[in-house]
């Protein structure tokens, strides 16, 4: 895996994570002997979060308002210092 992912480990590192990858693979070898046939499939656990609510504008664009404190402006658009040259 090492080699996968490009990264250069030292033996001891290796040896570090052969074991941990050894414990993560027996554990889901003792959760594969559970019997979950009764269980419905699930696609998340607890509340569902935040209700959808439906997509509806509110604040309709109002180009003269925007520009009405804009220390400059030209043809309906903010106008700034030209920074390239």
């Known amino acids: 895996m090492a080699l996968l992912a490009r990264l250069s480990l030292a033996p001891d590192e290796e040896e570090r994570i052969r074991a941990n990858m050894d414990?993560?693979?027996a554990y889901i070898d003792k959760?594969?002997?559970l019997d979950t046939r009764e269980v419905e499939p699930t696609a998340q656990v607890g509340d569902p979060g935040m209700p959808m609510r439906d997509d509806?504008?509110?604040n309709r664009p109002d180009p003269e308002g925007m520009l009405a404190n804009a220390p400059?402006?030209?043809r309906g658009y903010f106008k700034v210092p030209?920074?390239?040259e």
């Open 56 to 58: 509806v504008v509110t």
């Open 82 to 84: 030209k920074i390239i």
């Open 23 to 25: 414990e993560i693979l």
């Open 31 to 33: 959760l594969n002997e």
């Open 72 to 74: 400059a402006s030209e």
